[in-house]
Structures are given as C-alpha cells and as structure tokens.
Antibody
Framework: EVQLVESGGGLVSPGGSLRLSCAVS????????VSWVRQAPGKGLEWVGR??????????DFAAPVKGRFTISRDDSKNMVYLQMNSLKTEDTAVYYC??????????WGQGTLVTVSS | QSALTQPPSASGSPGQSVTISCTGT?????????VSWYQQHPGKAPKLMIS???KRPSGVPDRFSGSKSGNTASLTVSGLQAEDEADYYC?????????FGGGTRLTVL
C-alpha cells in the first residue's frame, strides 16, 4: 500500500526557512516522480514543484511563485523526499501535500502539513 | 500560467447526473491529454478520480467519467449519491508546469 506522510510544518516568520519531510512507503522514491502541492486556507490547489525519478535524471522543476526560493531533494537510503523552503512569504501559508506523481496526475496524497508564515 | 476555469458550484439530486466543466487553453487542456480530476471532502486530502482525461484509477466507481473537447475537459458524475458531495478540482499538464482549476463545490440536494 502506498503511503506518504508529511512532517515539519509550523509557524515561521516572513523571510524565514522551513524544511518539510515526506516519508514514503509502498514504493521507492528513487524510482518515482514525487511532487508537492499546496492549498492556502479556504482556497484551491496549487502545484509547487516536483522531482524526477533517478532514471529520468533526478531533475526538479517548480512553479513560478516559488522558483528560486524552494528546492526539492531526496534521500534514497531513507526513502524520503524533502521540500526546503527559503525566503518565506505570508502568501506561502498553506497546507503542503506530498504526492506520487505520474502521467500528469497526482496519484497518491499524504495527509498534509500546515505551514503558517506570520510575524 | 492562469488557473483553469471551473464553475464555483454545481448541484443535483440523488440519482441524477451532473457535469462539471474545466476550461483552459491550447497551452494546457487543449494541448495535452494529461487532464486529471480530484475529489476533496472537507478537512481531507484530495483523491484522484480521473487521470489522463478519462482513465479511472482502481477503486473509483464507474459513476465517474471524464472527457475532453478542444480546450474544455469535463467530469460527469452519474447516479449521484450523498457521498459525492465534495469539492472537485481539475488539473492539466502545461509543459514544465501543472495548473489547477479553482474548484467546484458539488452539492447533492
């Protein structure tokens, strides 16, 4: 059974940094594409970024609002994926979901972790 | 990239059919057969209901179907049931980007 469990959310000041973790079971992260999607309170879904599988080169790409501030990495030995968020803005406040991605779809979702950016 | 356009709300009585539209452009919906639909109940994570325009993942009832014509994709829910009441989001691949619709709240009357 595929499971994704996010952690690391919390309250951070504007300009601060936070690293979210995604613990994966049921598949091997190095063989899969993993994507992050966020949802601001009371709002819709927004794609954040993704990391390609090792066989696809392991590259990452990001949505325009977070490009240059967020990075995604993977620890194959722990079967974990991370979202490093720097220079956080109030508009980054959202629930962040880790997903298993493929063929343009987000097939499996974690329960989400809330990030609040506020002074 | 602008969000895809969905109606904010839709409704139907139990047993009826409802169709939710998702309008984009030739750079997203019209350019790729990578449109997906997600169901989200309050306080829960989204769930994939339709992938690649019309493919239904294992476990999704066959009451849910997807289609596409030009720059508009559609999700049809047939034989509405109380548990179908939720928010529904469409999403399309758009090159090195993925774009969501604003969401449609489906109410079962």
């Amino acid at each position: 059974e595929v499971q994704l469990v996010e952690s690391g959310g919390g309250l951070v000041s504007p300009g601060g940094s936070l690293r979210l973790s995604c613990a994966v079971s049921g598949f091997t992260v190095s063989d899969a594409w993993v994507s992050w999607v966020r949802q601001a309170p009371g709002k819709g879904l927004e794609w954040v970024g993704r990391i390609f599988s090792k066989t696809a080169g392991g590259a990452t790409d990001f949505a325009a609002p977070v490009k240059g501030r967020f990075t995604i990495s993977r620890d194959d030995s722990k079967n974990m994926v991370y979202l490093q968020m720097n220079s956080l803005k109030t508009e980054d406040t959202a629930v962040y979901y880790c997903t298993k991605y493929g063929s343009g779809s987000f097939h499996n979702w974690g329960q989400g972790t809330l990030v609040t950016v506020s002074s | 990239q602008s969000a895809l356009t969905q109606p904010p709300s839709a409704s139907g009585s139990p047993g009826q059919s409802v169709t939710i539209s998702c309008t984009g452009t030739s750079s997203d919906v019209g350019g790729y057969n990578f449109v997906s639909w997600y169901q989200q109940h309050p306080g829960k994570a989204p769930k994939l209901m339709i992938s690649e325009v019309s493919k239904r993942p294992s476990g999704v009832p066959d009451r849910f179907s997807g289609s596409k014509s030009g720059n508009t994709a559609s999700l049809t829910v047939s034989g509405l049931q109380a548990e179908d009441e939720a928010d529904y989001y469409c999403c399309s691949y758009a090159g090195n980007n993925l774009v969501f619709g604003g969401g449609t709240r489906l109410t079962v009357l």
